[in-house]
C-alpha cells in the first residue's frame, strides 16, 4: 500500500473516532450526574459475616421461580427447574466441588465459601445474585426492551420479548444473567428478580431467600435507609466490618448492598472490582451522538465507502507483483 493511501487510511480513523466522540464529550461529561436514584427503591442489605452457609436461601429461590413459571403458564420451563428437596441442599460437599460458585438458570443465588485468614473452622459465606443495579447495564443494552427496572427498584425481564440475543450476559459488568441452553424450544434468560416477577408467589413483599434465612443474614428495606443502616454497623462495630459497603457506587450503584468481614476484602469474597463510573452511560451517549437524526451513519457509510475505493485492489500493482514473482 502506497504512503498516501496509508496516510488517508489514518487520517480518515482519527477523524472518524475524533467526530463520534467530540460529538458526545460534553454529553459524556454530564451523563454522570444524569443518574437516576429513587429514595424510593427497595433493595437488600446483606451481612457477610453472619452467613453460615446453609444454602437454604438457594432452596426457597428455586422454588419460587419454579411456582412462577407455573403461574405464568410456562409448563415445560417449570419441568426444567426439576423441583428438589430441601436436604438436597443440606449438602455442603458442593463448596469442594466448585471453586466460585455462580447463579444457573433453574437457581438465581448461590452461596459461595471462603477461607477465614483468622480462623479456617470458621469459613466466610457470600450469597451471589443480581444486583439490580441504579442504572442496569442489561436493560440499557437489550434492544427489544425484554429488561425493565420498575419503579420500586426491581431489575425485571419480559421472555415474551426477547429474541435470544444475549446482549445482557455480554453488558452485565457482574455476569449474572444466566440462558437456558438445554431449553432448546423455548430458552429463556434467567436471573434473580427480587421476587418482583409476574406469578411469583413473593411478589410485593419480602424475597423468598430473605424468608427463610435463619440467621437473619438479609435486612429488607428502602435501598436509602439501608446505607445509613449498614454505615451504622460499621461504625459501631468497626473491628467486625470492613468500611466499604458494596454497592453503594460499584458500576453507579446497585439495589443489593453488601457488608464485609473486616480481615476480607470484597475482592477475595469472589466480587468483581468496579469503580463507580455506570457503564450504560457511556455507551448510551455514545449510541445517542452517532444516532442523531441519522446523519452521522450517513457520514460513516461515506467513509466506509471512500477507505474502500481507496484500498482497493491496484490491477497495475498486482500485475507488477505478479510478474516479479514469475520472474
Not at 467530540?22 to 444524569?34: K, P
Not at 421461580?65 to 436436604?87: D, N, T, V
Not at 413473593?202 to 439501608?226: D, F, H, Q, W
Not at 453507579?252 to 477475595?268: D, I, R
Amino acid at each position: 500500500m502506497s504512503g498516501t493511501r496509508r496516510d488517508f487510511l489514518r487520517t480518515a480513523g482519527i477523524l472518524g473516532l475524533g467526530g463520534a466522540v467530540s460529538g458526545t464529550a460534553a454529553q459524556t461529561a454530564d451523563a454522570s450526574e444524569a443518574l437516576h436514584i429513587s429514595e424510593d427503591w427497595m433493595g437488600v442489605l446483606v451481612d457477610i459475616p453472619k452467613c453460615i452457609g446453609c444454602r437454604r436461601c438457594e432452596f426457597a429461590c428455586r422454588e419460587a421461580a419454579e411456582q412462577a413459571s407455573i403461574a405464568r403458564g410456562e409448563l415445560k420451563e417449570a419441568a426444567l427447574f426439576k423441583p428438589q428437596p430441601m436436604e438436597t441442599f443440606e449438602d455442603k460437599s458442593v463448596y469442594d466441588q466448585e471453586d466460585l460458585r455462580r447463579p444457573e438458570p433453574y437457581c438465581h443465588t448461590k452461596i459461595g465459601r471462603f477461607p477465614n485468614p483468622a480462623d479456617e473452622t470458621k469459613p466466610f459465606y457470600n450469597k451471589a445474585n443480581c444486583f439490580h443495579c441504579n442504572k442496569p447495564a442489561c436493560e440499557s443494552a437489550c434492544i427489544v426492551g425484554a429488561f425493565r427496572k420498575l419503579e420500586d427498584g426491581p431489575v425485571v425481564y419480559d421472555a415474551w420479548k426477547c429474541m435470544g440475543c444475549r446482549y445482557c450476559m455480554v453488558a452485565c459488568p457482574f455476569g449474572i444473567p444466566t440462558y437456558e441452553y438445554d431449553n432448546l424450544l423455548t430458552p429463556q434468560v434467567r436471573k434473580c428478580t427480587l421476587c418482583a416477577d409476574e406469578g411469583n408467589p413473593n411478589k410485593g413483599k419480602v424475597p423468598a431467600c430473605m424468608k427463610i434465612c435463619p440467621a437473619e443474614v438479609m435486612t429488607y428495606g428502602k435501598r436509602s435507609e439501608l446505607l445509613d443502616l449498614a454505615h451504622e454497623k460499621i461504625r459501631s462495630e468497626p473491628d467486625v466490618y470492613l468500611d466499604h459497603v458494596y454497592g453503594e457506587h460499584e458500576a453507579g450503584g446497585t439495589s443489593w448492598l453488601y457488608l464485609a468481614p473486616k480481615q476480607k476484602p470484597f475482592a477475595e469474597l469472589g466480587f468483581v472490582e468496579l469503580d463507580s463510573s455506570v457503564p450504560p452511560l457511556r455507551t448510551e451517549t455514545i449510541q445517542h451522538g452517532v444516532f442523531k437524526h441519522f446523519i452521522p451513519p450517513l457520514a460513516w457509510y461515506g467513509l466506509l465507502g471512500a477507505m474502500m475505493w481507496v484500498s482497493r485492489p491496484n490491477p497495475k500493482e498486482e500485475g507488477h507483483a505478479s510478474a516479479e514473482h514469475r520472474g
